[in-house]
């Protein structure tokens, strides 16, 4: 995954800081902590970035979960009905199933997407890519 470090992907699937993505935005690193799955740091604390530009700023990733959402149903749908051959009451009911299960992964990564449009990585706010030409 670190080949993809500085992309816009990276902060995505991995749901660290959109600017230095040095350390995760969200306060319990674990989408199934069901109480904390959306508690978020205030800032990152290697850039200061702020997660929140203004209140209620998340609001707009409700948009954006529509079409994570199904994307994870249209998987699942392929999958049980035309990869298995399941009927399509069984292939509903694993619809159904998954939708479920993926709500907490599918509400960060809707956070994920929305705050990346509006920020973008920095170079030099990153720590891993610290210049050490003049060190001697």
């Given at each position: 995954?670190?080949?993809?470090?500085?992309?816009?992907?990276?902060?995505?699937?991995?749901?660290?800081?959109?600017?230095?993505?040095?350390?995760?935005?969200?306060?319990?690193?674990n989408?199934?902590?069901?109480?904390?799955?959306?508690?978020?740091?205030?800032?990152?604390?290697?850039?200061?970035?702020?997660?929140?530009?203004?209140?209620?700023f998340?609001?707009?990733?409700?948009?954006?979960?529509?079409?994570?959402?199904?994307?994870?149903?249209?998987?699942?749908?392929?999958?049980?009905?035309?990869?298995?051959?399941?009927?399509?009451?069984?292939?509903y009911?694993?619809?159904?199933?998954?939708?479920?299960?993926?709500?907490?992964?599918?509400?960060?990564?809707?956070?994920?997407?929305?705050?990346?449009?509006?920020?973008?990585?920095?170079?030099?706010?990153?720590?891993?890519?610290?210049?050490?030409?003049?060190?001697?």
């Amino acid at each position: 995954m670190s080949v993809l470090k500085g992309s816009k992907v990276y902060g995505i699937l991995t749901g660290t800081c959109p600017v230095c993505q040095e350390e995760s935005m969200y306060s319990d690193k674990n989408p199934y902590h069901l109480k904390n799955t959306l508690k978020m740091e205030e800032r990152c604390s290697h850039c200061h970035t702020k997660y929140k530009i203004e209140p209620s700023f998340f609001y707009g990733a409700m948009y954006v979960s529509y079409p994570v959402g199904l994307s994870f149903a249209t998987a699942a749908f392929v999958l049980s009905y035309l990869v298995f051959g399941l009927s399509l009451i069984t292939t509903y009911g694993i619809i159904v199933l998954v939708m479920m299960l993926a709500l907490p992964i599918i509400l960060r990564i809707s956070r994920n997407i929305w705050i990346n449009f509006f920020m973008s990585y920095d170079k030099k706010k990153d720590a891993s890519k610290v210049d050490t030409a003049f060190d001697s």
